[in-house]
């Protein structure tokens, strides 16, 4: 995906939100900590172009809820900021990738410390398969099909899938700093 | 002497054949034949009916410890005679003298004649020493002519010393008509109280409690005085600090009857070791800093060092497995004393690992501390020499042999050491005590 | 990082890690359901060979805010007294499968021994006179929160500096830091030695009051003037207590910190404690976030491993 290919992606998604939810009345955007940030932002921008007003924006940290704790070093890059209780509200998490469905399970428990939303919907830049969890996406950018060794990259300018040096050496794998533009 | 008189021990007639020998007189190449107790011939090319082989070694006059925990009465899961003998015999000393604070502490006839029956048997000689004060309280005299009577020859009110300045006088002015020896622990118990460690950069930096260099200092020169004063013999327990012994070699130097042991730890270790809270670095007097170390190191190479001490202080798990300022002070060193002290201090055929001390200490120096100068405090008639007609207590060491410091397997009940690990270069391979070796290729034989 | 012992050799980074970590937290406890799941299934053991019923319910709350089961083993001295060594004491500990001990005594260096002897994570509460890392934390936190940043700040801590754990952590924590740091004491409370201490030294605290940032007091305790170490209390009120005067001579935007417990009317005069610019209550709040901060540090996730470098891709999603 090039960055024309990411743009017109997200203004579908926008659109696609808008219609499920007849408008943006009591939706509130959550990107996932960190490479959904940038995404639900930019979003919320697009939104905007058609719709009154902006949906608020607010961030939520998994950190704290995953179940895998002990597999990842993990260390929380943004505090979780969310704009006001979700009780009754409609909250589309969004994130960059959709893998396994672990990240996704970690934020539904967490955002039911923030209150209880009458729904809880799930856009996703990159749907790459290799689901875990009964876990599927509301909104999708693309559909990418990858192998597990795999890595997918992501950014505003771009999608990209990056192949590990040599299979079963993860630490020879390619850093990428996906997520983070 | 009576009491502490040993019958010689039969034993037959052996020869040590293919070391060197040095003694007083120096050092050179000779086989000594041992029979009945007694050295008969020293020479070269000399035969008996067996040989103790002793290539490569040197043989000295045996090694004299004046400053040991025994345990015994009162604290034998941590020590008893046997078990300190034991090791001391394996660490090549053939004499060792037992404090006296033990419990009860060692102040009466009765107790004198306790111990020598305790060391009845064992690995090497144990002479008892005795308190200065009954109970060692610091109160009242303990009937030193009496103990003396016994043999004892050194007074000490180990732990505490004599604080009070009149009581010290006495004691000076009465053992020195008797030929006896009053030990001072120098520790001033104002400015120590509370103390863990040395008073200074380190003890700051880990919150510790100091005892500052001056709680030795001030008492090192007030009975400096005493002993100038009374013309009594003064010897001063385990002193720490570079000003202590300036003040001990001046004074002695003016013609004082001074003389002071110096332990091996605060020859090996600064304070510093003691910033991983290990217990078996704490120490009475505690660990003293880098410069004190050197000091001590070139006062012993210049051989002004009366005596070098185990200050052997055995103690249970219970009293180490602590914090470090909770756990008691001392740690066990009988067996690996000499070993250590070749290992770290001497330059004398010590091959790769040989630079260790900024002042290397000579090999005769080393000895001399160990051995006749100590064995002069104890018994007068003592002559340093190894030659014919002289007692055969004599140590074979080997200054080559390489091995490995476990405590683990060391004949001592105590185990504690900061120097476990250590790799040793140099071992007593046998110990003659009274003309039986009671040590044969660093097994104990008894 | 498996231990937090000390604060002394501590790098800026992970000074600085732990803190943006305690940032997370502070969020979670400003919630109304003040807790999450992060430490599902550990076993966090507060033990206490000296009371402070205030630091170990600090540690206690964070470790529950983050879903860890709790212990409390109140060591009493009889106990100890019946021959059990320290030793004794963690083994049996162990046994239990304790994933972290936070353990608080009288002896400096007790931890250090206890991680010698232990393969879980130790965490110092307090060590004799040596150090107390997390208060040094909070402390760092809470100056953080009040001013952005401690780099250019200048500190003075005033008071019993010798016989203080809470210094000898503070020192490092806030020069690691950026801070600049001027101990204020009479020589009889300083340690014995101030070398290799990356501080200034002052005996007069009116001449450096209006030069600091930040004054952090030290709670004076009755017994110093027993050891003769100060004359009487009342002379070390009128020579270093922040009294109201003092407290007008402060800089407009200077803070005063103190520990706790505070001695009102010795280190510190009633009104001073009270006003807006003493952040005592904020260190209290901000000790709970910092504690989670390092517990979760501590207990979380394999650390730093090669493997992990890799994995933080391939779980990523």
Redesign the interface.
């Known amino acids: 995906m090039e960055a024309g290919d990411v743009a017109r992606a997200l203004r579908r998604m926008a659109h696609e939100i808008a219609e499920r939810n007849h408008g943006l009345d009591g939706v509130v955007l959550v990107g996932l900590v960190t490479g959904g940030v940038p995404l639900a932002e930019q979003l919320a921008v697009v939104l905007s172009e058609f719709e009154p007003a902006a949906p608020p924006v607010g961030r939520l940290d998994v950190s704290f809820y995953r179940d895998d704790l002990s597999l990842r070093r993990v260390l929380p890059h943004a505090v979780t900021d969310i704009p006001g209780d979700l009780t009754d509200r409609v909250v589309v998490l969004v994130d960059d990738v959709l893998f396994t469905g672990r990240t996704v399970r970690a934020a539904l428990d967490a955002l039911n410390d923030h209150g209880r939303p009458r729904a809880v919907q799930l856009a996703v830049l990159v749907d790459r398969g290799h689901r875990e969890l009964p876990i599927r996406p509301d909104f999708v950018g693309k559909n990418l099909p990858t192998r597990r060794d795999e890595d997918v990259k992501v950014g505003l300018d771009g999608v990209e899938i990056v192949r590990r040096f040599a299979t079963g050496d993860t630490s020879a794998s390619v850093r990428t700093e996906a997520g983070e533009s | 002497m009576s009491e502490l008189a040993e019958r010689p021990a039969v034993a037959g007639e052996f020869v040590l054949r293919g070391a060197e020998v040095l003694d007083r007189s120096g050092r050179r190449r000779a086989d000594v034949v041992v029979s009945d107790g007694l050295v008969v011939a020293v020479g070269e090319g000399l035969s008996a009916a067996t040989v103790l082989d002793a290539g490569g070694c040197i043989i000295t006059p045996g090694l004299v410890d004046l400053n040991a925990g025994v345990g015994q009465p009162g604290y034998e899961e941590t020590e008893t005679v046997h078990s300190a003998a034991r090791a001391a015999a394996l660490g090549g000393f053939t004499t060792i003298v037992a404090r006296a604070d033990t419990h009860p502490v060692v102040d009466s006839a009765a107790m004198v004649k306790e111990v020598l029956a305790f060391g009845a048997g064992a690995s090497c000689r144990v002479l008892p020493a005795a308190t200065v004060t009954v109970g060692a309280k610091g109160e009242r005299l303990a009937p030193l002519a009496e103990l003396a009577s016994l043999g004892v020859r050194l007074f000490a009110d180990d732990g505490r010393g004599i604080p009070d300045a009149r009581l010290l006088r006495r004691a000076l002015e009465y053992a020195a008509a008797l030929g006896v020896v009053v030990v001072q622990f120098a520790q001033d118990p104002s400015l120590a109280a509370g103390g863990e460690m040395h008073?200074?950069?380190w003890?700051?930096?880990?919150?510790?409690?100091?005892i500052?260099s001056e709680a030795e200092e001030v008492v090192v020169m007030r009975d400096l005085a005493l002993a100038r004063l009374t013309g009594g013999h003064l010897h001063f327990r385990t002193l720490s600090t570079a000003a202590s012994w300036a003040m001990v070699s001046g004074a002695r130097r003016r013609g004082l009857r001074v003389s002071a042991e110096a332990a091996l730890h605060h020859l090996l270790l600064a304070d510093a070791a003691c910033a991983?809270?290990?217990p078996a670095t704490k120490f009475r007097p505690p660990l003293r800093p880098e410069d004190d170390r050197r000091a001590l190191q070139a006062t012993l190479a210049a051989g002004e060092v009366d005596c070098l001490v185990s200050d052997h202080t055995p103690h249970s798990?219970?009293d180490k497995?602590?914090?470090?300022?909770?756990a008691a002070a001392g740690a066990s060193s009988l067996e690996w004393l000499v070993a250590l002290a070749l290992t770290e201090l001497t330059l004398v055929d010590v091959g790769e690992g040989g630079d260790r001390a900024a002042v290397p200490v000579g090999l005769a120096e080393l000895i001399g501390a160990l051995s006749w100068k100590p064995a002069a405090l104890v018994d007068p008639a003592s002559t340093g020499l190894v030659e014919r007609g002289t007692v055969a207590d004599l140590t074979v060491i080997d200054p080559t042999a390489t091995w490995t410091l476990d405590p683990l397997r060391g004949a001592s009940r105590s185990r504690t050491t900061p120097f476990a690990g250590r790799a040793l270069r140099g071992r007593v391979r046998h110990t003659i005590v009274r003309g039986v070796p009671v040590v044969i290729d660093a097994v104990a034989q008894r | 990082m498996k231990h937090l012992l000390g604060i002394a050799g501590m790098s800026r980074e992970s000074l600085e890690e732990l803190l943006v970590l305690a940032d997370s937290f502070a969020e979670v406890n400003a919630r109304p359901i003040p807790k999450v799941p992060a430490l599902r299934g550990k076993t966090v053991a507060t033990l206490f060979f000296e009371d402070s019923t205030r630091t170990r319910l600090s540690f206690e709350t964070a470790a529950k805010r983050l879903s860890a089961d709790t212990l409390s083993f109140s060591v009493s001295s009889s106990s100890v007294k019946k021959g059990e060594t320290l030793r004794d004491t963690a083994l049996t500990l162990e046994a239990m499968r304790i994933d972290a001990v936070v353990v608080r005594h009288a002896s400096s260096g007790a931890p250090w021994q206890l991680a010698r002897w232990l393969d879980c994570s130790v965490l110092n509460a307090g060590d004799g006179w040596h150090e107390h890392p997390t208060q040094a934390l909070l402390d760092a936190f809470t100056l953080r929160q009040r001013f952005g940043s401690l780099d250019g700040l200048r500190i003075a801590i005033v008071g019993d500096i010798k016989h203080s754990r809470v210094a000898r952590s503070n020192v490092w924590a806030f020069t690691a830091l950026g801070a600049e740091v001027v101990l204020v004491a009479p020589r009889t409370l300083l340690p014995p030695s101030l070398e290799g201490w990356p501080v200034q030294m002052s005996e007069d605290l009116d001449a450096v009051l209006g030069t600091v940032d930040v004054v952090y007091l030290l709670r004076m305790q009755l017994e110093r003037q027993n050891e003769a170490l100060v004359p009487t209390l009342r002379e070390y009120t009128a020579r270093y207590g922040l009294t109201v005067d003092r407290a007008d001579r402060l800089a407009e935007r200077a803070v005063v910190l103190h520990p706790g417990p505070m001695n009102r009317g010795v280190e510190i005069a009633p009104e001073v404690a009270d006003l807006e610019r003493c952040l005592v209550l904020d260190q209290v709040a901000n000790g709970v976030s910092v504690r989670m901060a390092v517990l979760f540090k501590l207990l979380a996730g394999a650390d730093g491993s090669a493997a992990d470098e890799g994995s933080e891709r391939v779980g990523h999603e």
């Open positions: 008073e200074g950069v003890s700051s930096l880990l919150g510790i409690p100091g500052p991983e809270f290990d798990i219970e497995e602590v914090p470090f300022g909770e």
